[in-house]
C-alpha cells in the first residue's frame, strides 16, 4: 500500500460547472476525512466517514457539495455550480478508527475555478 | 472561542542557526497535539504528535516539541535547521471523542537563508 491516493492532482474547470475528486485511503483504514485549504490558511475539517457511513458535516460544506463512500473503501467529493470561492487544495486524510489520532494525508486536489 | 494559534506567520532562519515555532491553543481540556509539515502543492506529513506522559516529545527530521500545559502551548523546535526544512508548517488538535478531525492552526512558513 502507497498511502492515501487523491486524483486529480489539479482541475481547473470553469465556474458553474461539476466536479469530482475521488480518494483511495489506506486499505485498511476505516475513517477517512476531507479538509479544505485555502492559500495561505491552514485545512479546515469539512466532513468524515467511518466505514460507509458520513458522520459529520462541517456547516463549510453547503449544499452544493456532498461526499459519498459508497463501499467503505473510496471516497467522492463533489462540488456542482463551482464558484470561485471553491479554488482550494482539497485534502483527503485516513485513519483507523481507536487509533483516530494517526491520520495520513493525501497529496490533495488543487482546484481553481476560472 | 477554541482555536490554534500560530503567531507567526512567516519565519526566516540561516542554515544551521536553531528553530523554535510556536503554537498556542485554547481549549478547556488538553486535546491531542501535532506538528504537520507541508511542502509546495503537497499534502501534510506527520512530524510529531503528543497524547499524554513525557512533555518533550521527538519526532522525525530531528524535530522536538514541549508541551506546556500552563502556557497551553506545543512549540516546535530543531537545535540545526537545514535548507531542506524550508516549507509550511502547521500545528493542529485533536479534540478527545471528536472523530479525530484535526483542527489546524493557520501555518507559519519557513524560510531558510545559506
Known amino acids: 500500500d502507497t498511502g492515501v491516493s487523491q486524483n486529480p492532482r489539479h482541475k481547473i474547470t470553469k465556474r458553474g460547472q461539476n466536479v469530482t475528486f475521488r480518494c483511495d485511503p489506506i486499505?485498511?483504514?476505516?475513517?477517512l476525512y476531507w479538509y479544505r485549504q485555502t492559500l495561505g490558511q491552514g485545512p479546515e475539517f469539512l466532513t468524515y466517514f467511518q466505514n460507509e457511513a458520513q458522520l459529520e458535516k462541517s456547516r463549510l460544506l453547503s449544499d452544493r457539495f456532498s461526499a459519498e463512500r459508497p463501499k467503505g473503501s473510496f471516497s467522492t467529493l463533489e462540488i456542482q455550480r463551482t464558484e470561485q470561492g471553491d479554488s482550494a487544495m482539497y485534502l483527503c486524510a485516513s485513519s483507523l478508527a481507536g487509533r483516530e489520532t494517526e491520520a495520513f494525508f493525501g497529496q490533495g486536489t488543487r482546484l481553481t475555478v476560472v | 472561542a477554541q482555536s490554534v494559534t500560530q503567531p507567526d506567520i512567516h519565519i526566516t532562519v540561516s542554515e544551521g542557526a536553531s528553530l523554535e515555532l510556536r503554537c498556542n491553543y485554547s481549549y478547556g481540556a488538553t486535546p491531542y497535539l501535532f506538528w504537520y509539515v507541508q511542502s509546495p502543492g503537497q499534502g501534510l506529513q506527520l512530524l510529531l504528535k503528543y497524547f499524554s506522559g513525557d512533555t518533550l516529545v521527538q519526532g522525525i527530521k530531528g524535530f522536538e516539541a514541549e508541551f506546556k500545559r500552563s502556557q497551553s502551548s506545543f512549540n516546535l523546535r530543531k537545535p540545526s535547521v537545514h535548507w531542506s526544512d524550508a516549507a509550511e508548517y502547521f500545528c493542529?488538535?485533536?479534540?478527545?471523542?471528536?472523530?479525530?478531525?484535526?483542527?489546524f492552526g493557520q501555518g507559519t512558513e519557513l524560510s531558510v537563508k545559506p
Open positions: 486499505s485498511e483504514h476505516n475513517r
Open positions: 493542529a488538535v485533536v479534540l478527545y471523542n471528536q472523530g479525530g478531525k484535526l483542527i
